[in-house]
């Protein structure tokens, strides 16, 4: 970033990268050639036009957009503190704490779902006093958001937390000793020191956000138009008279969607602006 | 003014104080792990002592016994840490700015204005660190230091990563600052000669204490213990006995003014560019202090010579720095035989402690 | 930003997602008697072509109600539904998953069948292993795909192979040659559908309503009736249902003369 460019390849490099571009190339043809797949299969179909314009996949693509930016958000705000203790504090338990917040990614997102189910639902542990006070989580679009931000949360957090880490406490005691306090550190140094961890993190989040799909089904239900979010409608489509083209159709409308939100978010997050007289 | 009076523990490590700055630069001189930078750690506020008390411009900044420890923030300190620590993230201004929140647009600009200029970084004010050279990158840094009204300077071996040219250059900056700023400046350092050239009192610490406080020379010429001797690079440290009034030290016979009460053993000292070298005359008679001795090794650095030389009597070797055009004009590889003088002013006699 | 927008933010946004989450209620009757609200139908993922035109067909009869749907695995239905979840009526794609709630009580009355689905083969719309009647599954070097034994279709699916084993015009040979040929397991009926759609298996049995989706790009071979095995729907009224006579009303719509009309359009057998 504030990083000079370095100097053009030596020779001695310009062999190495020669040499791993074979596998690279592999691992990319790897990951992109069933995308590639999928958007020829769409193209000869021919009718993802019309399926742009359908009220059903557009309330998805809607509802997959705001959730997940949402979950996005409300992400960044709570795991920032999380990730900032976990790298610069000691506590009691602090490696189970580190474990815990790994676990998510364990669960099979089906059994996610279950377990916020049986925490939140109107019967659950923590459902039936909320019911109680008239709040109901499952199967509503806040549930979605909930179900995004589960399983998504733990990338933010690890991302984060290294990049905290990476931040090297002489910057802020010099910070204390010119008088600002440890709050002001952190916005004015930490945050923007680990600036590439979080926008790599949000990167990871967002998309498995959207990328969501076991958890949802299971915790808020497959109503078009207040759970359904576009995984879910390709998987409905699947199962309705839409079938496999269908299901295609949607899957290269996200993948189109996302890909180029996905690169936004990287091109304007990594961009460094020096700010003169803080 | 600073005062210290505190002991530190980091782990096995324990550090134990006590002095008192003026308006004067007091470098803070020894080896690795010494402490040094432990010291000024507590200085600034970012460790805590177990005990003690540390006062600065006047007012009490820790005090254990009542419960007082001031956060860095509001000491008062200007803290320039070993490697920099210059936010990557601004550029020239914002990094000196960093600490002036309390001021508004204009008057920070000012101050930002008047700060390059007496470190000499102007045109650099958009630049950022990455795009600074090392000695660029020290001068921002200490104006982001002095930037707020400072009770003391606190400086981590700023200059270790530099060339020789730029070090000159900045020790001299720092000297004219210090003349300008009058404030107590601790200085910590592990190099001899900047020591000497910057410090008017020097500290000699070692393994967490300080065994010597005092003015740069006698500092130098007049080492409280064998190990200052060996800190402070005095390449003649002799054992010897004074018995009966006489002094004899390496197996020479000495005449040195030694300090009432010591009788025993002592350690004698003398620096080698104190040493005198004289041409061998077989004919006249020898003075007091001085030995016929052979070169037995020589090293040449570049502006003078230092010489190992073997007394004829049985005793110790003699180290002897000469600068180069004595050197010259003594044509000392022509001969073997030298007179080494050790004038008694500078030889200087302290008990031998055992252990 | 600072300390004090950030803090605002996150409340705003635990607020605003509270808000989401609070449901409206789901309305009752009104005095005179019309049905209003919203009725919740959690519904098989077989039956979502079939229950979209249902609930439209729902909707225009009874202007007030709007009908909102759950589609998903029937198992996971009766999952959400013991964990609360605001279904009016749940339609199975079998028995087990409804006996499972009324044992806990989780039902209104008795579950009443409304549709029935047979199985079928379907092939490739080309054909290639050339297969012309059943007993052509126990053709050697045939790629068979059924679902997987746990998901009814599958069951189902071995059940029919076997009844078919038990006459005498296939032998006993059959059910053998048949399952040697599975080269493949799915978890969803809907997959093995595909698979002999894009050409990767030679034939699967899926559901009749399967078939009929996937219209010209697979053929049909049906099953002799008398050994055919039937998947029966049922469907019922919620115990916890929150718009009761909507739900009912919903139910009787179903099993009345214009639901009929749209299952068996869709490929249903009718309900005896």
């Not at chain 2, 071996?157 to 601790?186: G, H, N, Q, Y």
Request: a negative charge.
């Amino acid at each position: 970033m504030w990083r000079r460019r370095g100097p053009a390849q030596r020779p001695d490099q310009r062999a190495l990268h020669a040499g791993f571009a074979g596998p690279a190339g592999l691992a990319l043809l790897f990951l992109a050639v069933p995308v590639l797949a999928l958007v020829y299969e769409a193209a000869t179909a021919g009718d993802v036009g019309d399926r742009l314009t359908n009220e059903q996949t557009l309330a998805a693509l809607r509802l997959s957009l705001a959730t997940s930016t949402l979950t996005l958000a409300l992400a960044l705000v709570l795991v920032t503190p999380l990730a900032y203790l976990l790298a610069r504090a000691e506590f009691p338990g602090k490696r189970v704490v580190d474990t815990l917040i790994d676990l998510p990614l364990v669960l099979p997102p089906t059994v996610a779902g279950v377990a916020l189910l049986v925490a939140f639902g109107r019967r659950g542990v923590l459902g039936s006093p909320l019911e109680a006070s008239g709040i109901e989580l499952a199967f509503t679009t806040a549930a979605v958001i909930v179900a995004q931000l589960f399983v998504s949360a733990p990338f933010l957090a690890r991302s984060l937390k290294a990049g905290f880490e990476a931040v090297d406490p002489a910057y802020e005691a010099v910070s204390a000793t010119l008088g600002v306090s440890p709050l002001r550190t952190f916005w004015r140094v930490s945050l923007p020191l680990a600036r590439p961890a979080l926008v790599g993190g949000s990167v990871l989040c967002w998309a498995r956000a959207v990328g969501e799909l076991g958890a949802t089904l299971i915790f808020a239900g497959n109503f078009e138009g207040r759970t359904q979010t576009m995984p879910l409608a390709i998987i409905s489509a699947f199962q309705s008279s839409d079938g496999l083209a269908g299901a295609i159709a949607l899957s290269v409308i996200l993948v189109a969607v996302a890909f180029a939100l996905l690169l936004l978010l990287r091109v304007t997050g990594v961009e460094p602006r020096a700010r003169a007289g803080s | 003014m600073l005062r210290v009076d505190i002991g530190l523990t980091i782990g096995a490590f324990e550090l134990a104080l006590d002095f008192a700055v003026d308006h004067e630069l007091v470098v803070l001189f020894g080896p690795s792990g010494s402490g040094k930078s432990l010291t000024l750690g507590a200085l600034a506020g970012l460790r805590t002592p177990k005990r003690g008390r540390i006062e600065i411009g006047g007012r009490t900044v820790f005090d254990r016994a009542l419960g007082i420890n001031l956060p860095p923030q509001r000491r008062n300190v200007g803290y320039v840490v070993q490697q920099l620590a210059l936010f990557p993230h601004l550029d020239v201004t914002a990094n000196v700015a960093y600490g002036l929140g309390g001021l508004d647009r204009p008057a920070r600009r000012r101050r930002v204005e008047e700060l390059l200029a007496l470190l000499k970084l102007d045109g650099l004010d958009r630049r950022m660190p990455v795009e600074l050279s090392g000695g660029q990158q020290q001068r921002v840094a200490l104006a982001r230091a002095l930037a707020r009204p400072t009770d003391a300077l606190l400086l981590d071996e700023p200059f270790s990563a530099l060339d020789e040219a730029l070090r000159s250059d900045l020790r001299a900056e720092l000297i004219r600052l210090r003349a300008e700023l009058e404030l107590p400046v601790v200085f910590v350092t592990h190099d001899l000669r900047e020591a000497h050239l910057l410090g008017d009192r020097i500290a000699v610490l070692d393994q967490g204490r300080i065994l010597q406080f005092g003015a740069r020379e006698q500092v130098f010429r007049a080492p409280a213990s064998r190990r200052v001797a060996e800190l402070t690079g005095v390449q003649n440290i002799f054992r010897g006995t004074v018995a009966g009034g006489r002094l004899e030290a390496g197996g020479l016979p000495l005449h040195a003014t030694v300090p009432p009460g010591v009788d025993g053993a002592v350690d004698v000292t003398i620096r080698a560019e104190l040493c005198n070298l004289r041409r061998f005359d077989p004919e006249g008679p020898l003075p007091e202090n001085c030995f016929v001795a052979r070169v037995t090794s020589e090293l040449a650095f570049g502006s003078m010579h230092l010489l190992r030389l073997a007394p004829e009597a049985a005793g110790v070797p003699i180290e002897v720095e000469i600068a180069t055009r004595p050197y010259e004009v003594l044509d000392v590889p022509s001969r073997e035989h030298w007179v080494v003088e050790l004038p008694a002013p500078d030889l200087h006699v302290f008990p031998a402690r055992t252990g | 930003m600072s300390k004090s927008h950030a803090v605002w933010l996150g409340r705003a946004l635990l607020v605003g997602a509270l808000l989401v989450a609070a449901c409206g209620g789901d309305g009752e009757a009104s005095d005179d008697g019309a049905l209003t609200g919203t009725v919740t139908v959690f519904a098989a993922a077989s039956l979502t072509d079939a229950f979209r035109v249902l609930g439209d067909a729902f909707e225009a009869e009874h202007a007030g109600v709007s009908v909102a749907f759950n589609f998903g695995g029937s198992s996971a239905l009766a999952t959400q539904i013991e964990e609360g979840a605001p279904a009016d009526v749940i339609a199975s794609a079998n028995d087990t998953q409804l006996e499972r709630l009324s044992d806990a009580d989780l039902i209104a009355g008795t579950p009443q069948l409304f549709a029935l689905n047979a199985l079928v083969i379907v092939v490739p719309a080309d054909n290639p292993a050339g297969l012309g009647t059943p007993a052509d599954l126990a053709q050697p070097g045939l790629r068979l795909v059924l679902a997987l034994e746990d998901v009814p279709a599958g069951r189902y699916a071995r059940a029919v192979i076997a009844n078919l084993a038990s006459d005498p015009s296939y032998g006993p040979v059959f059910e053998a040659a048949a399952l040697a040929n599975v080269v493949s397991e799915e978890a969803d009926v809907r997959a093995v559908l595909a698979k002999v759609e894009l050409g990767e298996a030679d034939a699967g049995v899926v559901y009749r309503t399967d078939a009929a989706v996937a219209g010209d790009a697979v053929a049909v071979i049906e099953f002799p009736s008398q050994h055919n095995v039937v998947a029966a729907y049922p469907i019922a009224v919620t115990s916890e249902a929150r718009n009761r006579q909507a739900a009912e009303a919903f139910v009787a719509f179903t099993l009345g003369e214009a639901g009929q009309r749209i299952f068996a359009a869709a490929g249903f057998d009718l309900a005896p």
